[in-house]
């Protein structure tokens, strides 16, 4: 089982050395640069069997100095709902496209695909899906403000594919402008989705692209690259559209 740093740990780098700060006790510990690597990796969580030499005694000092916590993913029992509802809420927005009605119904029907991300016993991250047609969809993930830029969502991404991939053998995720890289870099591979009303644009639109499927609701089209860049230019030539990079990993 992974375990990473309490949330009243917190570390630092000074021009001397980096400082780990229990916030709660006010006790600070230095350790010395060489040392930043294992940190950024404990703060996404390790299995303390996997670790040998310095980076195994340092966790040993760290845990004699009650600085860890257990990092657990699992189904998302009823009772916490409404605390994932409220993640979802404050870092993607209460005008996102599914709300939480939407979402609590899915939830009774596909409940193995809504997992959520504790540390210790307090949830910090939800991702949820639900099938659709011929793949599942991967269609909210967020993680507690509090908690990101420590690499928690790949956790989630991975436990979600891990037991997505028991059923499906295609992944589809939506993402937001500012989750390209993420995407990319867990190795999904985009299409380029543009939903429009039919008296807006048409079919003959679009023939600069290679159309890999038309829907009542709008467009799929396939590209050679992609980038926040490129979509924003796409955005410019096609105002009247909704446009978004659909990520696909496959199994």
Same mark, same amino acid.
């Given at each position: 089982m992974k375990q990473t740093f309490k949330k009243e740990v917190k570390w630092r780098k000074d021009k001397t050395a980096i400082f780990i700060?229990?916030?709660k006790t006010l006790n600070d510990l230095k350790i010395g640069f060489k040392y930043e690597d294992f940190l950024k990796k404990l703060s996404s969580g390790v299995n303390s069997e996997e670790l040998v030499g310095e980076e195994k005694q340092i966790f040993n000092e760290f845990q004699m100095l009650d600085y860890l916590t257990q990092?657990?993913?699992?189904?998302l029992p009823q009772e916490d709902i409404d605390k994932a509802m409220n993640i979802l809420d404050n870092e993607l927005g209460k005008d996102r496209v599914r709300k939480k /009605? $939407? *979402?609590v119904e899915k939830y009774r029907e596909y409940s193995e695909y809504f997992i959520?991300?504790?540390?210790?016993?307090e949830l910090i991250g939800i991702i949820c899906g639900f099938p659709r047609e011929d793949y599942l969809l991967m269609s909210e993930l967020a993680i507690d403000f509090r908690f990101q830029g420590r690499g928690l969502g790949k956790i989630l991404v991975e436990e979600f594919e891990k037991i997505g991939f028991k059923k499906y053998e295609k992944i589809n995720?939506?993402?937001l402008d500012n989750a390209i890289t993420f995407y990319e870099k867990l190795g999904y591979f985009p299409f380029l989705l543009v939903q429009f009303n039919n008296e807006e644009y048409s079919k003959? /639109? $679009? *023939?600069?692209?290679e159309i890999l499927s038309i829907r009542d609701w709008g467009i799929e089209l396939k590209i050679s690259s992609f980038s926040?860049?490129?979509i924003n230019e796409l955005r410019k030539k096609f105002p009247k559209g909704n446009l978004q990079y659909i990520f696909v990993k496959k199994f």
């Open positions: 700060c229990n916030c990092l657990i993913t699992k189904q /009605d $939407f *979402l959520g991300l504790y540390l210790g016993e995720a939506g993402a003959k /639109d $679009f *023939l600069d692209f926040l860049e490129e």
